[in-house]
C-alpha cells in the first residue's frame, strides 16, 4: 500500500498528532491512508482521518490522549 505524500510518516503530521504519542500517530496515519483511498487526497481524507481518531482520543492541549471511555 503506498504512503501518502500529505501525512506520511511522523514529518507531514499535524503539530498536536507530532505532540501525541505513537498510538495517536500511528492511528491518524492509518486512518489517513484509509481515507485517501476512499475519497482521493485533500481536506475531505484529512477531516475523515480526524473523525477516526476522534472515536478513541480527544485532544487534551497540544496533544492527544486515550478517552477514558472509548465508547463516549
Given at each position: 500500500m503506498p504512503r501518502?505524500?500529505?501525512y506520511g510518516r511522523t514529518?507531514?503530521?499535524p503539530g498536536t498528532i507530532r505532540h501525541s504519542c505513537?498510538?495517536?500517530q500511528a492511528a491518524f496515519t492509518?486512518?489517513?491512508q484509509d481515507?485517501?483511498?476512499a475519497h482521493g487526497e485533500?481536506?475531505?481524507a484529512s477531516r475523515a482521518a480526524f473523525a477516526v481518531?476522534?472515536?478513541k482520543f480527544e485532544?487534551?492541549?497540544d496533544h492527544w490522549t486515550a478517552k477514558d471511555d472509548p465508547a463516549g
Open positions: 501518502s505524500s500529505r514529518g507531514g503530521l505513537h498510538a495517536v492509518t486512518a489517513y481515507a485517501v483511498e485533500g481536506d475531505r481518531l476522534k472515536q485532544k487534551r492541549g
